[in-house]
């Protein structure tokens, strides 16, 4: 299943010290709007200096696509990289970054979602945000509900309740139809809040590694759920069980 997804571009760029902080950037932004320059989506963001290199890192370009649509697509990623350069003259309004350039931006549109694979277990909005202990975990979800809506909107935050964190069951990470597909991240079954929470990084590297040994498991005929947990004990996952 899937439905109208977001993607982000990231950029970093250049410039000498300026008062470049994330109130200072929003002013900028909101002025620049204002004065009908653009394409710009957001007025907020992630904004972050480098250690070392004292580049600036902004995640700032939001757009609303459909990655399952190649000219969707397309169309997307062009508008993007207008996005970066129209917020590269916004930067160089601040005081001190009047010779700010783009060092780099993302090789392509980073999707928070996509399509999703139907497990034998979809994991419900409830069982996320309850903190739900599920015997059968391999992996733990501890990432906030994090739900960006569309393009220009703010992001929708939902702490886990509980302990902090879910139990993700091996079950919610193998194919409903088919026996020897293995899901993980953000192609996991999710409700809309719990799929904000189980596509992030970390939680992708937890069900991507339960998944592969799940999947080596399977593959030898003795697929077992204590098995599966027990190595993954043993490859130090510090499953809380």
């Known amino acids: 299943m899937a439905g109208r997804r977001q993607g982000h571009s990231g950029s970093a760029t250049r410039e000498s010290r300026s008062r470049a902080d994330s109130t200072a950037i929003h002013q900028a932004i909101t ?4 004065a009908g320059i653009g394409p710009l989506t957001s007025h907020t963001g992630l904004t972050v200096r480098l250690p070392g290199s004292g580049d600036l890192v902004a995640y700032l370009a939001d757009e609303d696509v459909d990655v399952r649509d190649a000219k969707s697509l397309a169309e997307a990623e062009r508008h993007a990289r207008a996005q970066a350069w129209a917020y590269l003259e916004v930067f160089r309004s601040l005081p001190g970054a009047e010779n700010a350039r783009i060092v780099t931006t993302g090789p392509q549109l980073g999707v928070r979602e996509s399509r999703h694979v139907l497990t034998r277990k979809e994991l419900s909005d409830n069982f996320a945000l309850s903190g739900t202990q599920d015997p059968g975990m391999v992996a733990a979800g501890a990432w906030p509900v994090e739900y960006h809506p569309g393009a220009g909107k703010p992001s929708q935050w939902e702490m886990i309740g509980g302990p902090g964190y879910y139990g993700i069951p091996l079950d919610a990470l193998i194919s ?43 593959s030898r005929r003795n697929l077992d759920l204590h098995a599966v947990q027990a190595e993954l004990q043993r490859q130090d996952a510090r499953l809380p069980l």
Do not use: I, W, Y
């Open 176 to 218: 409903r139809d088919t026996p020897n597909l293995f899901a993980a991240g953000r192609l996991l079954d999710g409700e809309r809040k719990a799929a904000a929470s189980l596509r992030v990084m970390g939680t992708s590297f937890a069900t991507g590694q339960a998944a592969g040994v799940a999947a080596a498991q399977h």
């Open 31 to 34: 002025a620049a709007q204002a």
